[in-house]
């Protein structure tokens, strides 16, 4: 069915004031944009923004809000694919990493008006990201691919490891998400230790284990 022609005004209205306030938080950050700036930018007369949004803090949830429930979804399925405990984490964060990758503009928009994000931390936004999060974890433990731990201090490390990495991504453009996903599962898993000594440590708490069963 074709959208009638008042539909897609609508559509196109809300597309330019959201469009004009992802320009207006970047440039000039999220406490410095008044709802006028917003309205100069985006060509449309004040009655018609009002028509949208009711004002300041709902413009800024509308723009994060759609990204932020794609980032959410990808990375609940990278988790519920995961077969082992390394894929876990593997392809959590390379979700994420891809998603800061693709879109610059929205995660610089987000991490130079951080006051702004975090102040939403205990609303709707980010903490649906870290409700999945804790909800995924649980049900891996469930699944055998995680063993049995705390996991609101996992969810707090492992969301927060992925929110710098994610600003670092997102600053610094030549580092690769594959890399980035592959370096924090490692540490995740092994700890900072070189390969070699992480190997060597194993093969000594094996013998260990193995003189102490002979005894």
Do not use: W
């Amino acid at each position: 069915m074709s959208l009638s022609k008042r539909e897609r005004n609508k559509i196109a209205n809300r597309s330019a004031i959201l469009d004009a306030a992802r320009r207006c938080f970047l440039d000039q950050g999220y406490e410095a944009v008044t709802i006028r700036d917003v309205i100069r930018h985006s060509g449309l007369a004040a009655g018609t923004f009002y028509n949208y949004f009711p004002d300041k803090e709902s413009l800024f949830r509308a723009l994060a809000e759609t990204q932020l429930t794609t980032l959410q979804d990808e990375i609940h399925a990278a988790r519920e694919h995961a077969a082992d405990f390394d894929s876990f984490f593997y392809e959590s964060f390379l979700a994420t990493f891809r998603q800061v990758r693709a879109n610059p503009d929205f995660f610089q928009l987000m991490f130079q008006n951080e006051r702004a994000v975090r102040s939403f931390y205990s609303d709707n936004l980010l903490s649906l990201l870290m409700q999945s999060l804790r909800a995924d974890m649980q049900n891996a433990i469930v699944r055998g691919l995680l063993p049995e731990l705390d996991v609101d201090m996992m969810t707090a490390i492992t969301f927060g490891a992925a929110y710098e990495m994610a600003r670092l991504i997102a600053s610094q453009p030549r580092r690769s998400p594959e890399d980035c996903a592959a370096f924090v599962t490692r540490v995740f898993i092994r700890g900072f230790a070189p390969e070699q000594e992480v190997e060597t440590r194993l093969i000594r708490a094996g013998s260990r284990l193995l003189q102490g069963a002979a005894r």
